[in-house]
């Protein structure tokens, strides 16, 4: 698999993450990562959190959310 592949599989293994730890459609949780800018952030961070758990994965991607809030929102 390719570093673009392995970038692809796992933010769509963090959308769904997201979406059932916050109760969320996938489209909904996929909009809102991308809107927050957290899809950039999954991307971008993809070889560190990979390497972790979920719990950490979430928690991760919240405070990336709670630190940009209103950067990236439109």
């Keep these: 698999m390719s570093v ?4 692809v599989w796992f933010l769509a293994s963090c959308v769904e993450l997201y ?8 489209r909904d949780a996929f909009n809102y990562l991308r809107r927050t800018g ?3 952030f999954i991307i971008d961070c993809w070889e560190g959190l990979h390497m972790t ?8 991607i919240d ?3 709670a630190n940009h809030a ?4 439109a």
Aim: hydrophobic share 25%; no cysteine.
């Design 19 to 26: 979406k059932t730890e916050k109760n969320m459609s996938g």
């Design 53 to 60: 758990g979920p719990s950490y994965i979430i928690d991760s």
């Design 70 to 73: 209103g950067e990236t929102m």
């Design 4 to 7: 673009f592949g392995g970038k």
């Design 38 to 40: 957290a899809t950039n």
């Design 63 to 65: 405070q990336y959310i």
